[in-house]
Every structure is written in structure tokens, then in C-alpha cells.
């Protein structure tokens, strides 16, 4: 989609693009520049995520950074413009886009008596005009300051049990009851907007503390925090009571409230939606791998390894592709639309990472063409890039089956939730030195538990029991992979 704009032959504007496959929003995380900064062609200025991953976003031209539309930590929607450019620094030939008439903030269209010139509607700056009828009513006497210093008296006054000056007599500036001035739609920027609704929270209700009525993030953040029974205030010969607010700094600390967005929120509807669409069905095998973990003691030597990282995970993976290619039914996807069970004749291996923003499954595509040296590498360069957060959301699309390694946190097996689309998902728990009969004596040997989820609309218990079993049996005894490859 077009990322930019011109908004005159001097300033061009770079919109949110749509950074993944149909995303609508992404949050801004952190700005690499600053009003005044000279930027190039291809320069990343910002890093944004979405729901499914981190992004740094290039500008496409040159120029010097004229205004950033939105702070750090604010969730834009795709399409808005998020950074203005002047192309033509020092021309002079055109005004700034700030200083345009169709620019001009609320605040400055309530300066003065009457309403705003004909054929101009204020708007808040950068977000273009709204199109709509509706008028503001004219105020009279003083600007909103002095209004709002009188409100503010008087509810000092009537804290204080005193009478209210008669200078509040005219209606405030600032709605009583929320943020809707005259019945209309209640004022507020775009990122506030989304703030409410991320909140649930009604803007309609909300009461406005910024100037001519501006419902502000802070006026979001009372309106959804848990009401606190008002103190009275001390008269003025009294010393503030210390308990009260104490207790109510000790309340707060009790609970902390996070927004659900980005990788998180998205984490949450596909679990969702996987676990209320696919029947799942979980199947758990406990195998002696020691002879898998001698390998990779040996393939850590062997110098047809070196550069790549060799592990446990590595042969898991090997192990699970083999069995795969011996039960390819197993690698489908069930199309309810269409109603047909969609076979896939290749594999991109998913390997689920706990990143700092959450967990994501960035997969290997084509795994199952991979000699053991490609699938090390692939997985050692997966893994780097998901823990310095830069998997981008096409290394998350079209995964088939999922490994989950939740033995690196030290638990013995899980039972996994299928990813959306995909047909099965293996959790392999923590290897550790146990007592095991071997050859008819009872002897420490490394085992681990395995655990396959798989979709029991499309995989039957045969099937699945079948692929475990042959994964379970390769750990067992390695030598299978060239066997059975």
C-alpha cells in the first residue's frame, strides 16, 4: 500500500504501512529520530510492532524530520501518517504543514468570541479535517483559562465546605458529565481514541481535563482505574492526614493493570480460536535418549558441524521430519470452508521461542529438504533472530507443525496448543539422568517425555500414535535416521 503523501511540493508524509499479511495496527515502539534530524533514503527511523512482530520501518526519501505525529508507546492504525518530512529544507517556498488552515488545532479555534471562519473546521493538528456538520456553541465572555480556573475554585471551594463564588455561575467550558461537548462526539486525538478502546472504556463518559474540553490519556487511565471513595479535605488550620494516602498508595500496589496488544494480544485469539476449532488430542511417550545425546556429543566434533550449533533440539527436529516423510497424512490442514482436509507436501517447521515480547513460532520453510548441517544452521539463525527481536511476520506465516522445547525451562512435558492451521505440535520435556532398564539391569540413562497435540478432526489416533512412536523410536536409537531417511 502507498506509505506516503505530499502535502506540498516541501513537505511529504510517511503513513503506518501494512507490514504484515493484513494487519491493521502496529504499536510505535522507540524513534531512531527527532525533529531537526536529517534523514536518507532507506534510513530506518522507527521500530514498530505488530501483532506478530517487531519491525523497523526505512523512510523512503530524503529530507529533514519536520514533526514525529505520534510518542513512543502510542498504537497507530495502518495508514496514518506517522512522520512528516520536509524534502527541500530552507526553500522557504511553502509553509509548514502544522501552520496549514486545515492543520490548526482545536485549542486555537476557541481563542476569542464566536465560532470558527466560515469554511474552516478545527481539527486536532495533523489528522485532516473531519467531515461533519456539527457547530461548536459560541462562547461568550471570557476564554476557557479563566473558565477553568473557576470550575476549579469552585470545587476547592466546596471541598472546603465552602460557598461556591459567584463567578462560576455561567456554564464551564468543560462538560460536567463527559467528554461530548453539546451532545456531539466527544474530543479527543486518534491514540486516545484507540486507548479507550483497547480500555473498553466509553469516551462519552469520560470527563475532559485538557484545554476546550480535550479528553486526554490521563483522563483514559482515571476513567478505567478502580474508584477510590474521595477524602474530605482538611480544613486549612488542620495538618493532612498521612493514613489515607497510604492506604490508598498500598491499594494500588496490589494490582497492575497491562494493556493487551501486540504479540500478546495476538497470542491470545490464535490459542483461542485453536482451542475452541480443533478437537485436540494429546499423547505422551517416555524415551531413553541417550545414544541421541551421545550423537550430538560426537556431531559437536565433527568438523562437517563447524559454525552451527548442535543440540539436542537439532535431532528432535531431524527425528520428527523423518517421521513425517514415514506418515506424510499428518501434515495437513483443515479448510472448513471448503470442507476438504488440505495435504502439504512440504514442511515449515515451526520451533516455538520465548522472546521479551512474548512467544512466537517463526518456522524453518522447506525443512524437510534440509541436509542436518542446513537444518542446524536454519535453526541457530531462527532462534538469534527471535531473541534480538527482528523475526519479521513472514517468518511466522505458513507453518505446517511445531516443535515447543519446553524442557529448557526444566518441566517434563506440557500438552501444546495446535497453531491456527497447522495439524500437530510436539513439546518435548527436560533430559535427565534417571534410573531405566537397560539390557534387563536397571541403570542411569538420559530420558525425556514427549508430548504430540494433533488436530483430531483431520489426524486419528492411529496416526498420531504412529508419529510419536516413530520420533520416540529415532531418539532411541539415532542410527534410524539414515535408515529410515
Given at each position: 500500500?502507498?506509505?506516503?503523501?505530499?502535502?506540498?511540493?516541501?513537505?511529504?508524509?510517511?503513513?503506518?504501512?501494512?507490514?504484515?499479511?493484513g494487519l491493521t495496527e502496529a504499536e510505535i515502539l522507540k524513534w531512531f529520530v527527532q525533529p531537526g534530524d536529517t534523514v536518507t533514503d532507506g534510513q530506518v527511523v522507527c521500530e514498530v510492532?505488530?501483532?506478530?512482530?517487531?519491525?523497523?520501518?526505512?523512510?523512503?526519501?530524503?529530507?529533514v524530520v519536520h514533526e514525529l505525529r505520534f510518542p513512543e508507546g502510542t498504537t497507530v492504525d495502518v495508514g496514518q501518517v506517522i512522520i512528516a518530512i520536509d524534502v527541500a529544507p530552507g526553500?522557504?517556498?511553502?509553509?509548514?504543514?502544522?501552520?496549514?488552515?486545515?492543520?490548526?488545532?482545536?485549542?486555537?479555534?476557541?481563542?476569542?468570541?464566536?465560532?470558527?471562519?466560515?469554511?474552516?473546521?478545527?481539527?486536532?493538528?495533523?489528522?485532516?479535517?473531519?467531515?461533519?456538520?456539527?457547530?461548536?456553541?459560541?462562547?461568550?465572555?471570557?476564554?476557557?483559562?479563566?473558565?477553568?480556573?473557576?470550575?476549579?475554585?469552585?470545587?476547592?471551594?466546596?471541598?472546603?465546605?465552602?460557598?461556591?463564588?459567584?463567578?462560576?455561575?455561567?456554564?464551564?467550558?468543560?462538560?460536567?458529565?463527559?467528554?461530548?461537548?453539546?451532545?456531539?462526539?466527544?474530543?479527543?486525538?486518534?491514540?486516545?481514541?484507540?486507548?479507550?478502546?483497547?480500555?473498553?472504556?466509553?469516551?462519552?463518559?469520560?470527563?475532559?481535563?485538557?484545554?476546550?474540553?480535550?479528553?486526554?490519556?490521563?483522563?483514559?487511565?482515571?476513567?478505567?482505574?478502580?474508584?477510590?471513595?474521595?477524602?474530605?479535605?482538611?480544613?486549612?488550620?488542620?495538618?493532612?492526614?498521612?493514613?489515607?494516602?497510604?492506604?490508598?498508595?498500598?491499594?494500588?500496589?496490589?494490582?497492575?493493570?497491562?494493556?493487551?496488544?501486540?504479540?500478546?494480544?495476538?497470542?491470545?485469539?490464535?490459542?483461542?480460536?485453536?482451542?475452541?476449532?480443533?478437537?485436540?488430542?494429546?499423547?505422551?511417550?517416555?524415551?531413553?535418549?541417550?545414544?541421541?545425546?551421545?550423537?550430538?556429543?560426537?556431531?559437536?566434533?565433527?568438523?562437517?558441524?563447524?559454525?552451527?550449533?548442535?543440540?539436542?533440539?537439532?535431532?528432535?527436529?531431524?527425528?520428527?521430519?523423518?517421521?513425517?516423510?514415514?506418515?506424510?497424512?499428518?501434515?495437513?490442514?483443515?479448510?472448513?470452508?471448503?470442507?476438504?482436509?488440505?495435504?502439504?507436501?512440504?514442511?515449515?517447521?515451526?520451533?516455538?521461542?520465548?522472546?521479551?515480547?512474548?512467544?512466537?513460532?517463526?518456522?524453518?520453510?522447506?525443512?524437510?529438504?534440509?541436509?542436518?548441517?542446513?537444518?542446524?544452521?536454519?535453526?541457530?539463525?531462527?532462534?538469534?533472530?527471535?531473541?534480538?527481536?527482528?523475526?519479521?511476520?513472514?517468518?511466522?506465516?505458513?507453518?505446517?507443525?511445531?516443535?515447543?522445547?519446553?524442557?529448557?525451562?526444566?518441566?517434563?512435558?506440557?500438552?501444546?496448543?495446535?497453531?491456527?492451521?497447522?495439524?500437530?505440535?510436539?513439546?518435548?520435556?527436560?533430559?535427565?539422568?534417571?534410573?531405566?532398564?537397560?539390557?534387563?539391569?536397571?541403570?542411569?540413562?538420559?530420558?525425556?517425555?514427549?508430548?504430540?497435540?494433533?488436530?483430531?478432526?483431520?489426524?486419528?489416533?492411529?496416526?498420531?500414535?504412529?508419529?510419536?512412536?516413530?520420533?520416540?523410536?529415532?531418539?532411541?536409537?539415532?542410527?534410524?535416521?539414515?535408515?529410515?531417511?
Amino acid at each position: 500500500m502507498t506509505t506516503m503523501t505530499e502535502t506540498s511540493a516541501r513537505f511529504r508524509e510517511f503513513k503506518m504501512p501494512d507490514v504484515g499479511e493484513g494487519l491493521t495496527e502496529a504499536e510505535i515502539l522507540k524513534w531512531f529520530v527527532q525533529p531537526g534530524d536529517t534523514v536518507t533514503d532507506g534510513q530506518v527511523v522507527c521500530e514498530v510492532e505488530t501483532a506478530k512482530a517487531a519491525v523497523e520501518l526505512p523512510i523512503p526519501f530524503d529530507g529533514v524530520v519536520h514533526e514525529l505525529r505520534f510518542p513512543e508507546g502510542t498504537t497507530v492504525d495502518v495508514g496514518q501518517v506517522i512522520i512528516a518530512i520536509d524534502v527541500a529544507p530552507g526553500s522557504g517556498d511553502a509553509p509548514a504543514p502544522a501552520a496549514e488552515p486545515t492543520q490548526e488545532p482545536v485549542e486555537a479555534a476557541s481563542q476569542g468570541d464566536g465560532d470558527a471562519p466560515k469554511g474552516r473546521t478545527p481539527v486536532l493538528v495533523g489528522y485532516g479535517v473531519a467531515e461533519s456538520s456539527t457547530k461548536r456553541r459560541p462562547r461568550k465572555g471570557a476564554s476557557a483559562a479563566p473558565e477553568a480556573a473557576a470550575v476549579a475554585a469552585a470545587v476547592q471551594a466546596e471541598l472546603n465546605g465552602h460557598a461556591a463564588p459567584a463567578a462560576v455561575a455561567p456554564a464551564p467550558a468543560v462538560p460536567a458529565q463527559g467528554g461530548a461537548p453539546d451532545g456531539g462526539r466527544p474530543l479527543a486525538k486518534p491514540p486516545v481514541r484507540k486507548l479507550a478502546k483497547d480500555l473498553g472504556i466509553d469516551l462519552a463518559t469520560v470527563v475532559p481535563t485538557g484545554k476546550d474540553g480535550v479528553i486526554t490519556r490521563e483522563d483514559v487511565h482515571a476513567a478505567a482505574a478502580p474508584a477510590v471513595a474521595p477524602v474530605a479535605a482538611p480544613a486549612p488550620s488542620q495538618a493532612a492526614p498521612e493514613a489515607p494516602a497510604a492506604a490508598v498508595a498500598s491499594a494500588s500496589a496490589r494490582e497492575t493493570r497491562i494493556p493487551v496488544k501486540g504479540v500478546r494480544k495476538a497470542i491470545a485469539q490464535a490459542m483461542v480460536g485453536s482451542a475452541f476449532t480443533a478437537p485436540h488430542v494429546t499423547e505422551f511417550v517416555t524415551v531413553d535418549v541417550t545414544r541421541t545425546m551421545k550423537l550430538v556429543a560426537e556431531l559437536k566434533e565433527d568438523k562437517d558441524m563447524a559454525g552451527v550449533r548442535v543440540n539436542p533440539l537439532l535431532i528432535i527436529a531431524k527425528a520428527l521430519l523423518v517421521a513425517i516423510k514415514r506418515n506424510p497424512e499428518v501434515n495437513a490442514a483443515w479448510d472448513e470452508a471448503n470442507q476438504e482436509i488440505v495435504q502439504k507436501h512440504y514442511v515449515n517447521l515451526g520451533i516455538a521461542a520465548a522472546t521479551p515480547r512474548g512467544l512466537i513460532v517463526p518456522n524453518i520453510k522447506d525443512a524437510h529438504d534440509k541436509t542436518l548441517p542446513q537444518l542446524a544452521a536454519a535453526l541457530g539463525e531462527l532462534v538469534t533472530t527471535a531473541r534480538d527481536g527482528k523475526t519479521s511476520p513472514a517468518a511466522m506465516a505458513g507453518g505446517t507443525v511445531t516443535i515447543t522445547n519446553v524442557g529448557v525451562f526444566g518441566v517434563d512435558t506440557g500438552t501444546p496448543i495446535l497453531n491456527p492451521g497447522e495439524s500437530a505440535i510436539l513439546a518435548v520435556g527436560a533430559i535427565k539422568l534417571q534410573p531405566w532398564v537397560h539390557k534387563g539391569k536397571v541403570k542411569p540413562r538420559q530420558v525425556t517425555t514427549l508430548a504430540l497435540s494433533f488436530d483430531h478432526r483431520l489426524v486419528d489416533g492411529e496416526l498420531g500414535s504412529k508419529v510419536l512412536a516413530d520420533v520416540a523410536a529415532i531418539l532411541e536409537q539415532p542410527k534410524r535416521l539414515i535408515t529410515w531417511a
